[in-house]
């Protein structure tokens, strides 16, 4: 969990085998076991199954509608007008397509290699990690995580990194 406390024996469902578990100090919901780090990195670099959604048309509309929403969402607590913005687990790039038709300057992590064959091509600047993105020294008005946080190793530390990327107030 995001606090990485061992307290998490709430047991709430099984999905495919899989338990899924509350965290009882942060409430967080994960999956116990975690795998091992080493698994995930290879195991998301080369798989598509989810990818597979994602392209898939009726996905993509309900996605476009929820990002714009979201999108303004956002808008409202932002106090600049030139608005970057940083999307980790962006996969093909949907939802930094529906920002940068909306004036937003994008930028994406990913390391699904499909997806970032597709993110080249759509001219989306991207790193591949999120100490790539520390190292650029780029700042961001907002940072999102869409369908990638309950997947992360070690989810806390991922949010003290990306708290370096953001402007203040961001």
């Known amino acids: 969990p995001v606090c990485d406390s061992e307290d998490h024996n709430a047991k709430l469902f099984n999905k495919n085998g899989a338990s899924h578990v509350k965290c009882q100090a942060c409430g967080m919901v994960f999956v116990t076991p975690v795998l091992k780090e080493s698994f995930l990195i290879e195991f998301y670099q080369n798989n598509n199954s989810w990818l597979n959604v994602l392209g898939n048309q009726y996905q993509r509309e309900l996605d476009k509608k929820k990002y714009k929403y979201v999108l303004n969402l956002i808008k409202g607590h932002v106090k600049s007008s030139k608005i970057n913005i940083l999307d980790v687990g962006c996969a093909y790039g949907l939802f930094l397509d529906v920002a940068m038709q909306n ?68």
């Open 103 to 170: 004036g937003w300057n994008v930028f994406g992590v990913e390391i699904n290699k499909d997806a970032i064959r597709e993110l080249a091509k759509n001219n989306i600047c991207y790193w591949d990690s999120i100490e790539g993105v520390i190292s650029s020294q780029k700042k961001f008005e907002a940072v999102t995580m869409w369908d990638i946080f309950e997947h992360l190793y070690h989810p806390g530390k991922i949010l003290e990194l990306l708290a370096k990327v953001l402007r203040k107030g961001g």
